[in-house]
T-cell receptor, first 116, second 113 residues
Framework: DAGVIQSPRHEVTEMGQEVTLRCKPI?????LFWYRQTMMRGLELLIY????????DSGMPEDRFSAKMPNASFSTLKIQPSEPRDSAVYFC??????????????FGPGTRLTVL | AQSVTQLDSHVSVSEGTPVLLRCNYS??????LFWYVQHPNKGLQLLLK??????LVKGINGFEAEFKKSETSFHLTKPSAHMSDAAEYFC???????????FGKGTRLSVIA
């Protein structure tokens, strides 16, 4: 298995531009999670999906952020318009089932976003 | 609600000496507990997990952790540190599959030659 795949690995953009981050979870996994990691705030959960349905988006910073999961094998996190304070590493993770607490999450390599 | 406290933000050890990374948790229910490791510029990798079976859990790369309910602790140990162990370590708690994992703030482990 290729693991969780994220693209791009690095993104440099200018303030005001739209940014789209992509994630392909491990095949067969029911849950998908988007995290943001910064030096100041550590690892933050932004949103998670169970069976393609958004369950909790309370971690999304503001309306500039949106996430979709149109099918079981693909998710996007979009920032529009982007701001310098959005610069961070964004991780996607997937997990095998919804109901069993001891299923760990499998993380992708992350997308390092720099907004100038 | 559940929470995790990693007691040290930074731990420095000499190569070949023991490693102890401390973690305390708070949970109203029987939790599942995990340790993840993050090497520089990499994603998070699972080291080990506790799921209400044996209280002493062995993980990859010689790490182990012991679940102590009376102390609400899940400390990570390794008998002998290696240079390649230098990384960020996260203690994580989960109560049910319908709620996300709760991450500690991380402990940065430095290994001195």
């Amino acid at each position: 298995d290729a693991g969780v795949i994220q693209s791009p690995r690095h993104e440099v953009t200018e303030m005001g531009q739209e940014v789209t981050l992509r994630c392909k979870p491990i095949s067969g996994h029911n849950s998908l999670f988007w995290y943001r990691q910064t030096m100041m705030r550590g690892l933050e959960l932004l949103i998670y999906f169970n069976n393609n349905v958004p369950i909790d988006d309370s971690g999304m910073p503001e309306d500039r952020f949106s996430a979709k999961m149109p099918n079981a094998s693909f998710s996007t996190l979009k920032i529009q318009p982007s701001e310098p304070r959005d610069s961070a590493v964004y991780f996607c993770a997937s997990s095998p089932t919804v109901l069993r607490s001891y299923n760990e999450q499998f993380f992708g390599p992350g997308t390092r976003l720099t907004v100038l | 609600a559940q929470s995790v406290t990693q007691l040290d933000s930074h731990v420095s050890v000499s190569e070949g000496t023991p490693v102890l990374l401390r973690c305390n948790y708070s949970s109203s229910y029987s939790p599942s507990l995990f340790w993840y490791v993050q090497h520089p510029n990499k994603g998070l990798q699972l080291l080990l997990k506790y799921t209400s079976a044996a209280t002493l859990v062995k993980g990859i790369n010689g790490f182990e952790a012991e679940f102590k309910k009376s102390e609400t602790s899940f400390h990570l140990t390794k008998p002998s540190a290696h240079m390649s162990d230098a990384a960020e370590y996260f203690c994580v708690v989960s109560v049910s599959g319908n709620t996300p994992l709760v991450f500690g703030k991380g402990t940065r482990l430095s290994v001195i030659a």
